[in-house]
């Protein structure tokens, strides 16, 4: 039984979903920021239905954590309309984690719900990356989250069909803490310039 509950995930982070993405393509695997320097998210629309502006309005967000658990680490926009816009510039807090290469921006719609699970938002993830210059620690519930989570960089998410659980922490200038959880989810799709978180 767990191996078959094993096949069914990895098959869902390879199997790509037919509908629109938020395509982001900032930042990528490669992409190394710094603590106190100002870092971009850029994205535009991969010319599925629907449209971004279907998408709407979202909130844009620092995360850590694995496809079926995210913890928030650090706001980036509580409102980006992402039809009207392609670009937010932010700087990374040092206090909200270590030096890491497992940190990824979230895409969360205000409005729009995920076609495959309506209770939800829309969500679109960016690839894992890498923050340096970083003087907080992360939690025994973040660095689970975080082992948990697929190694591979080939392969892309925008969301996934299972419920996610959301983790919201407090940083503090040496700890990350987890201080609520709320449970949402999206849809998943393929490409080979973002990487599943």
Do not use: H
């Not at 990528?28 to 603590?35: E, G, I, N, P, R």
């Not at 980006?80 to 969360?108: C, D, E, I, K, M």
């Not at 209770?119 to 907080?136: D, E, I």
């Amino acid at each position: 039984m767990r191996s078959a509950f094993f096949a069914s995930t990895l098959l869902a982070f390879l199997v790509p979903q037919t509908f629109a993405v938020i395509y982001i393509t900032e930042p990528t695997a490669s992409t190394v920021c710094s603590a106190g320097v100002p870092c971009n998210v850029r994205w535009n629309d991969d010319g599925q239905a629907p449209v971004l502006a279907t998408i709407g309005a979202c909130s844009v967000g620092l995360y850590v954590g694995s496809q079926q658990q995210q913890t928030f680490l650090q706001d980036i926009s509580d409102n980006t309309l992402v039809a009207n816009q392609s670009f937010v510039q932010w700087t990374p807090n040092a206090s909200v984690g270590p030096n890491n290469s497992n940190y990824f921006v979230r895409f969360a719609s205000l409005s729009y719900k995920d076609p495959n699970n309506p209770q939800y938002p829309y969500m679109s993830f960016s690839a894992k990356f890498t923050l340096n210059g970083m003087t907080g620690t992360f939690n025994s519930t973040v660095l689970s989250q975080i082992s948990a989570a697929p190694s591979s960089t080939s392969a892309s998410v925008s969301s996934t069909s299972a419920a996610a659980t959301t983790t919201l922490s407090k940083a503090t200038t040496s700890k990350a803490t987890g201080s609520s959880t709320s449970t949402a989810s999206s849809s998943a799709a393929s490409s080979t310039q973002t990487s599943r978180c």
